[in-house]
T-cell receptor, first 114, second 112 residues
Framework: NAGVTQTPKFQVLKTGQSMTLQCAQD?????MYWYRQDPGMGLRLIYY???????DKGEVPNGYNVSRLNKREFSLRLESAAPSQTSVYFC?????????????FGSGTRLTVV | GESVGLHLPTLSVQEGDNSIINCAYS??????FIWYKQESGKGPQFIID?????DKRQGQRVTVLLNKTVKHLSLQIAATQPGDSAVYFC???????????FGAGTRLAVHP
């Protein structure tokens, strides 16, 4: 049981390049999330998907797109990377039962845009 | 590891002492709160949670207190150990369906 798996773990991009961060969970969770973490800023919500087939913007969605490919997978795409997107990205998943808000996080993707 | 937490406030304690980490949350409508621990190079790890209809909840060596009047959370760690050294975040659930919003975090440094 792997929990939440993110790939890649590290990536360096040049400004203007595009890439997709992959996330998969094996806990049969309905909801999935993408966060970014910058020094001194805590984690900020980029996008989330409450259930398969739906996605919504979080606090900092500009410059990103997401796809909920199926119940297991939720990808984050940077169409034209900018240095301001240098950060550590975390994917998470959770149940949607209101009596159980357990969130499980992946180990993160460290992205550097030069 | 990541450069997470370079500018975070730091709480330094001696091994064996009790630690208290504080957090102010933003939304009076939040109905659920979670404390997370994050070690270098890892994702946040669940510690303890509390619902808005409670004032206190205890776990193993940890206690969370909630003061809704002043929108304040605290995490108390008893008999702090070197393995407790990490960055600690509070998070609140509000504003819609299961959105988890994090506070800025506090670094806990445990000295022998």
């Amino acid at each position: 049981n792997a929990g939440v798996t993110q790939t890649p773990k590290f990536q360096v991009l040049k400004t203007g390049q595009s890439m997709t961060l992959q996330c998969a969970q094996d806990m049969n969770h309905n909801s999935m999330y993408w966060y970014r973490q910058d020094p001194g800023m805590g984690l900020r919500l980029i996008y989330y998907s409450a259930s398969e087939g739906t996605t919504d913007k979080g606090e900092v969605p500009n410059g990103y797109n997401v796809s909920r490919l199926n119940k297991r997978e939720f990808s984050l795409r940077l169409e034209s990377a900018a240095p301001s997107q240098t950060s550590v990205y975390f994917c998470a998943s959770s149940e949607t039962n209101p009596t159980n808000y357990g969130y499980t996080f992946g180990s993160g993707t460290r992205l550097t845009v030069v | 590891g990541e450069s997470v937490g370079l500018h975070l406030p730091t709480l330094s304690v001696q091994e064996g002492d009790n630690s208290i980490i504080n957090c102010a949350y933003s939304n009076s409508a939040s109905d659920y709160f979670i404390w997370y621990k994050q070690e270098s190079g890892k994702g946040p790890q669940f510690i303890i949670d509390i619902r808005s209809n409670m004032d206190k909840r205890q776990g193993q060596r940890v206690t969370v207190l909630l003061n809704k009047t002043v929108k304040h959370l605290s995490l108390q760690i008893a008999a702090t150990q070197p393995g407790d050294s990490a960055v600690y975040f509070c998070a609140e659930v509000w504003g819609g369906y299961n959105k988890l919003i994090f506070g800025a975090g506090t670094r806990l440094a445990v000295h022998p």
